[in-house]
């Protein structure tokens, strides 16, 4: 695990950028994983930046997002669809056809994830997927519990999540219950995942992924057994990782190491 700590969510989000951009520049046809909520919002900007001032090319590039409400039609303000689409792609030049993003409309659940899941294997699996994570440790809707082998597949929102997601919504009682999730399993075969955490009320849930057990009770701590991970936090997601000078120091003299 590589872990960048930055001092704050500007310097999260630019440092994020910049890696998701190198790798596209490295393969223009790259197959992203995205995720949705506050964290990678300023990743985005970026993003959209780096396209209009630098030219970054995203048509070639194809993508599958995490999740998506179930219930909740692509055209509601608060489903994934929305926000991928008013966050990100409007502003790029992505293909239209290129993306994925769960529908929260199906009524064959069953067969539609396998259809998400076969359509990543079709065009040769994720190459760098981008995870937020949860208070509970969640990386896509993986609640605590899920299985660290689990599949895309229909999954009930555990209550702080519903919480935590109110803010977007009128009300506690608008949130869905339920979403459609790419697997943990799903996620560890992505060939490089990168997670993004900003703000204390993440410091216990990042030192749990990065530190704890490996356990179904935090499902992010899956990416431990995951052979190509960056941690990319700001400082205050980062106050109670037990090793954090270690990972500043080995993180300083990396570049000398790419040197040699
Ligand atoms: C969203 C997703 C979730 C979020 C997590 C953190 O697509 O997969 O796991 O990344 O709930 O959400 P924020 O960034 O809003 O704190």
């Known amino acids: 695990m590589r872990i960048i700590i930055e001092p704050d969510y500007e310097g999260m989000s630019k440092k994020a950028a910049q890696i998701v951009a190198e790798r596209i520049r490295n ?27 630098e030219g970054l090319d995203f048509s070639k590039v194809t993508t599958f997002n995490l999740d998506e409400y179930w219930g909740l039609s692509p055209s509601h303000p608060q489903s ?20 994925y993003i769960p529908s929260g409309r199906v009524r064959d659940i069953k067969t539609y ?31 605590p519990g899920s299985s660290l082998g689990s599949r ?38 992505a060939k490089e995942c990168m997670l993004l955490a900003s703000g204390k009320n993440k410091a216990e849930a990042v030192q749990k992924c990065v530190e704890g057990p490996v356990s ?35 993180e300083r003299i990396a570049s000398r190491l790419e040197e040699i």
């Open 27 to 53: 393969k223009p046809d790259i197959v992203l994983g995205l995720a949705t909520g506050s964290t990678p919002l300023g990743m985005y900007q970026e993003l959209v930046r780096l396209h209009k001032e």
């Open 80 to 99: 994934y669809h929305y926000f991928m689409w008013n966050n990100l792609f409007s502003h790029i030049n992505i293909d239209p056809d290129r993306v």
């Open 113 to 143: 994830c396998q259809w998400y899941e076969d359509k990543i294997k079709q065009v040769g699996g994720i190459d760098l997927q981008i995870l937020g994570i949860g208070r509970d440790g969640h990386i896509g809707f993986n609640e």
């Open 152 to 189: 895309t597949r229909i999954k009930t929102l555990a209550p702080e999540t519903v919480e935590d997601n109110a803010r977007f919504f009128k009300n506690k009682d608008e949130v869905p219950r339920y979403a459609i999730t790419m697997g943990v399993g799903t996620i560890m075969e």
């Open 216 to 250: 179904s009770e935090c499902t992010s701590s899956a990416l431990q057994l995951h052979p190509k991970v960056i941690i990319v936090l700001d400082e205050e997601a980062s106050q109670n990782l037990k090793r954090k000078d270690y990972y500043i120091y080995a």
